[in-house]
């Protein structure tokens, strides 16, 4: 397992196929099953790992009804595909569950998804912007400011992006898509692998690639 050392994730990874890992993904290979998983610590910053290290666009919706954004699981897996370690940290969090869409893979509470994320988008354009230029265009469309406002929801200032996220430069142009897939793309347009949609209790929300 590549792990970067700049994220502040509590991992014990134990006997790890680490080489192995590293030369399937540049090779354009499926990943092989880690040989022992050994975790205590957030879910967030496990998600976030695993998406950089197997090359999938990973969201995260945080459960509103959690009173702290971090989320403590616990993993102890043997011979684990991603698939693997998905319904490993679900089952460690039951107030979760998770589905692949497409190229991305989501992890959203079981009470349900925001009802923000699934805003219909008519079209977006971007032209040569950084992520969060787009995501501030996107969340300024009148359909979003819209729902934003009959849900009386505030978008909070984004932080900025986690040393370790790539941020670059691209051109984007959508339509017919929501709120969560024109998301999705951005991520993975802008070369990061992970994105965190939260709200909090005095009615904001927050929306971007930093899980902390």
Known sequence: MNINPGRPVSLLLVALVSVAVVIAQQGGAKPPPLRMIHYHGDMAGLLATFAEDYGVIIGLEADPRKPKPEVTIDLDLR????RDILNGIVESEPGYQWRESAEYIEVFPTSGSSILLDTPVASFRVEDVRRGEAMNQLMSLPEVQALMISMNLKLRPASPSPTW?????????LNGVTLRQAMQRIVKQSGARFWMFRTYDDGSFSIGTDYR
């Open 165 to 173: 996220a790539k941020d670059e430069k691209f051109s984007l142009n």
């Open 79 to 82: 011979d684990a595909t991603l």
